[in-house]
């Protein structure tokens, strides 16, 4: 990865290329405004009314795989209370729309090392007040092994669309983890669970919590060692997840469900 000098507002400065490099993640404040976060927060709440509705049709798994919509919806257990929803820029126009954001987009040339980047996948992280779960220790790069085509040149844009505190579950990292490589996953968990990280080797290790005002974007790879508690306040914490890579690579909707037939429905 290799500093830009333009513009600085989007592309990565100097000093920002360093930090991403030594702590694995970056984060920049007010990138978006009050107007703009409610924008893309109604269009979130309309995507999740959308799935709740839905909810009657499916049984009481915590994951569902939707194969009408080609999405998976996380619950939080047996209730029609979303926790997250991935992919999802094909539902929703106006959150497609949000993701070709030059704010993120600019960034990410630098970060994945490509001057046309290209989404790979979208979550929607919603934590409700009092209701919204932890999210474990993980790294992002097992989940997409097999999946994605370059694997290593993926990167995350984290949007936090309400204040994020210790409180409500804010993200927490591990600096420098990246540069640990990848690490062992649960051999004690079955699904999706098992690839959560084995936390053992990290006993004793502090993760490092960025309580960060709504509108911040977090970048990081998909090595970073970083994980949430829940949310134990009244207040929500909701965020997109927006995941990028180099140009030409298939999007993760290409890969895990059947070709598309039909037009994103709005």
């Not at 084995?198 to 960060?212: K, N, Q």
Request: aromatic residues 8%.
């Amino acid at each position: 990865m290799t500093p830009s000098a333009i513009p600085a507002e989007r592309r990565l400065d100097a000093a920002e290329v360093e930090r991403y490099d030594e702590d694995g993640y970056l984060v920049r404040t007010g990138v978006f405004d009050a107007a703009e976060l409610a924008a893309i927060t109604a269009d979130c709440e309309a995507l999740v009314t959308r799935l709740v509705t839905r909810r009657r049709a499916f049984g009481s798994y915590t994951f569902e795989r939707d194969r009408e919509l080609d999405t998976i919806v996380k619950w939080e257990g047996d209730s029609d209370v979303v926790h997250g929803v991935e992919p999802f820029a094909h539902l929703s126009p106006a959150l497609a729309r949000w993701a070709h954001d030059a704010r993120f987009l600019e960034p990410m040339r630098d970060i994945c090392g490509d001057d046309a980047p290209c989404l790979y996948t979208e979550k929607l992280n919603l934590k409700r007040p009092r209701r919204g779960g932890a999210n474990p220790l993980h790294q992002d790069q097992p989940y997409w092994r097999g999946i994605a085509d370059d694997l290593e040149r993926i990167a995350t844009a984290m949007v936090f669309l309400d204040d994020s505190t210790i409180e409500n579950g804010c993200l927490e990292v591990l600096p420098g983890s990246h540069r640990l490589g990848v690490q062992a996953t649960r051999a004690d968990r079955d699904g999706s669970q098992n690839l959560e990280m084995d936390p053992s080797p990290f006993d004793g290790a502090e993760l490092v919590p960025l309580p960060v005002p709504a509108g911040t974007v977090v970048f990081f790879g998909p090595l970073l060692v970083h994980a949430s508690e829940p949310n134990r306040s009244d207040l929500q914490r909701r965020s997109l997840l927006i995941s990028y890579q180099p140009g030409g690579c298939r999007h993760i909707l290409d890969r895990l469900f059947a070709p598309r037939t039909s037009e994103p429905q709005g």
